[in-house]
């Protein structure tokens, strides 16, 4: 283990999201609904050396295996993003995220005229795109800011 | 035509397309023989927009084919004004109609509507995302004064927020067309209309100028550049006048340009045109009887 991924402790059971973009760890934080009021014991490493990405970030999650659904959104702010789980003290998993061909009810679509942002029984849609996403709605495509769209 | 709803023009192949065309022209050539093939039959207009020719030639279409139509009406005298949900509207008037056409503020809102119900259901345009059966009769409108083949078209105006102008830029892909682009900056295709275009390989190109391209324009398909998009009024009269069609504008056009315009018009062409061979925006506007007869058939039975 290298001096770089010491200066977080390590955990006994949980996930641990490796090699994300330096600056997105608040944001992966968001998206698997992590605010520090569950109790759960998280750690947060933002801008450590990185060999691959040059900085990154890194998040360890206490007691947590993140959902699939997690996993999908995720991949569309850190694509480089890493997902260990880890069980008594061990990595039993360890993968890439892959980036879906859609993510559901998890984006707010920023086109305030779309019918998604009404009070209609319907979840936003989205299409994953190469560089961003578009919703299948309103055909909106969003490239930048996705952290911004996380449904709270 | 194998849909169960015409929700965007992107949905619609060649095949599709040259079949409603066909059968608008057979309605067209003798309208007798399809009187009362729907007899009977009810179509529920769903209008939250105003409309006048979407709407009446809906209306007419269906008469002519011998059925009837159920009218939501107005918003404020509907059941909307009480806080109705547009998927509870739709999923209760399938149950008085054999087929919905619905105009609605809110994009994708036809695309919402289709998924819950079970009657064929009709996009009469969503706020500034598509109009598929009036991108049908344009491209009716299109083939019998200019044909498809070798076409250079000018789609000129609004063209961010233009509806009209999105559905028949992605019907257009279809075909051996040249799509040039004529608006100020601020209103130039959205990015998701581009994205398409390029996806599809159209030759497209985009001009603030219409000097740089009417003379070498088969049609020039003209929208109305709306006062309310832009933010303070100055700005909006400095583009406006540059983008207006009046006979002098046309000296440097071809004597067999198409002019187009899917109405209503403010000033964007002056009414000396109409009298020109150039005009055919009312013959445009004709044509949406007998297109959306063959539209309406083809989804309600015809040869499925």
Known sequence: M??????????RNGTVIDHIAGGQALNVLAIVG????????????????????????IVKVEGRELSQDEVDVLSLIAPAATIN?????DVVEKHRVERPDQVV????CPNRHCITTEDEPVQSRFEVLEDGVRCEFCDTIVREDLAELIVD | MRQDHIISAKQLSRGDIEEVLDRAADIAEDPGAYADRYEGTLLGLL?????????????AAMKR???????????????????ESLADTVRVVEGYADALVLRHPSEGSAKMAGEFVDVPLINAGDGAGQHPTQTLLDLYTIRENAGFED??????????YGRTVHSLAHALTNFDARQHFVSPESLRLPRSVRYDLHEAGAEVREHTDLDEVLPELDVLYVTRIQQERFPDEDEYREVAGEYQIGEDTLAAARDDLTIMHPLPRVDEIAHGVDDTDHATYFQQAHNGVP??????????????
């Open chain 1, 2 to 11: 290298s001096d770089h991924e010491l200066r977080v402790s390590k955990i």
């Open chain 2, 151 to 160: 076409l250079s078209i000018g789609i000129m105006g609004d063209l961010k």
């Open chain 1, 105 to 108: 009810g998890v984006l707010e």
């Open chain 2, 65 to 83: 084919l011998g059925g009837d139509v159920v009218d939501m009406g107005t918003v404020e005298s509907s059941s909307v004004k009480k806080g």
């Open chain 2, 47 to 59: 209008f939250f927009e105003p409309s006048t020719r979407t709407k009446m030639s809906f209306s």
């Open chain 1, 34 to 57: 992590i605010d520090g009021s569950g109790g759960d014991a998280v750690s947060v490493g933002m801008n450590v050396p990185s060999d691959r990405l040059g900085q990154k970030d």
């Open chain 2, 291 to 304: 297109v959306r007869m063959a539209i309406l058939d083809l989804l309600l039975g015809g040869d499925r």
């Open chain 1, 85 to 89: 789980i880890v069980r008594d003290f």
